[in-house]
C-alpha cells in the first residue's frame, strides 16, 4: 500500500507473483488473497494504484521490476475498478 494509511488486511487488494501451469510467473490481482507466491497490497483508491504504477514500492514489495504490459494491466484494472478519490 503506497500511501501509507494502516487498514484492516481485508480492506486491501493483493498483487501477487505466481507461476501457471507452464511455469511462467506473471503478476496477478488477488483479489480472494489466497494465491501463492510473493504479495504486495494495495488500498482501493485510484491514487494509490496510479503511484504504485509508477513508482518502485510494488516493485519492491514484489522482489523484481515490473514489465510494462504488467504497469498497463495495473492502470486498466484500477481504471476498471475505481474513480478518482472514491475507494470500491
Do not use: H, N
Amino acid at each position: 500500500m503506497t500511501c501509507g494509511v494502516q487498514r484492516d488486511k481485508r480492506d486491501l487488494v493483493r498483487l501477487a507473483r505466481v507461476k501457471d501451469a507452464e511455469g511462467v510467473v506473471r503478476l496477478v490481482v488477488d483479489e480472494a488473497a489466497r494465491a501463492g507466491g510473493r504479495g504486495a497490497y494495495l488500498c482501493a483508491e485510484q491514487a494509490c494504484w496510479s503511484e504504485a504504477v509508477e513508482g518502485p514500492a510494488v516493485a519492491r514489495a514484489l522482489r523484481g521490476p515490473l514489465t510494462a504490459d504488467e504497469r498497463e494491466a495495473l492502470r486498466a484494472f484500477a481504471a476498471d475498478r475505481y474513480t478518482e478519490g472514491q475507494a470500491a
